[in-house]
């Protein structure tokens, strides 16, 4: 089967067909993602938090978000992978960006790069685009803004930063985005922004009028325990789960219950006769 294309995930918001987008950071995750029929995956730099332990996604290097780009790029052959471009890897001028989001496509094997902001990159995206990479926008709360946001608070409530938030939305279409993020946005304010744009707007924590929906992995498998965004929906524990598997292992080997013959090999033992 084909990979799915960014023309696919106009088409299904054209059809008025729901998109479900998820993160993936590994092989076995994409590999997860893909067989549970997810079309569109974001590598994000979330990993720097759910994987890499750091309290924010600002440490995100390049070479980290290429490391993990390219082990979902072996795990996904038909998902659409975005690959998002990580804090000041595209905001010093078009030509740094154009060559990271390269990277990205090149060396990584994303499909695609997102990277947050509105009016502010549209030029960027613009050119970006205009090279044949697919971008994809990401407005309101943008993490990597965290210490001018100061914190991760809905964004968009009053009528002026509403005003913003649409006329950003219209600015990264114009400037040839595919598709664009809406995090911890009001549901109305999500609902419209979606209904003024042609091109498919993916929300997290935004309400369910956007045209489709992300969740970080380990949010919604319950594999990231330090805390639990009210936009996230646990389908399951994972962490209690391994940890409760990881605390029977440990006891079987304390005991001498862990290993049995059945994970054992064996082997003639003339030959270790006289040894
Ligand atoms: O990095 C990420 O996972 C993201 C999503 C939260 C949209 O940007």
Known sequence: MRRVSVCDIANMKAKGEKIP????????????????????????????MVVLGYDSTIPVTMEDMLHHVKAVARGARQSLIVGDLPFMTYHIDSSQALTNAGRMIQEGGAQAVKLEGGKCVAETV??????????????????????????????????QQA??????????ERAGAFSVVLELVPTPLARLVSQR???PTIGIGA????DGQVQVLHDMLGLFTDFVP???????????????????YAKEVREGAFPTSKESFNMDEAALEGL
Request: net charge positive.
């Open 230 to 248: 009210k936009h996230a929906k646990q389908y399951a524990q994972l962490a209690q789960t391994a940890q409760n598997a990881l605390a029977q």
């Open 126 to 159: 613009h050119r970006i685009v205009s090279c044949g990479i697919p971008v994809m926008g990401h407005l309101g709360l943008t993490p990597q803004s965290i210490n001018a946001f100061g914190g991760y608070k809905v964004q968009g409530r009053g009528r």
């Open 197 to 199: 744009l042609a091109i």
């Open 21 to 48: 987008m998820v993160t993936a950071y590994d092989y076995p995750t994409a590999r997860m993602a893909e067989a549970a029929g997810i079309p569109m995956l974001l590598v994000g730099d979330s990993l720097g």
């Open 163 to 172: 005003e913003q938030l649409l006329r950003d939305a219209l600015a990264l």
């Open 207 to 210: 309400g369910a009028g956007c």
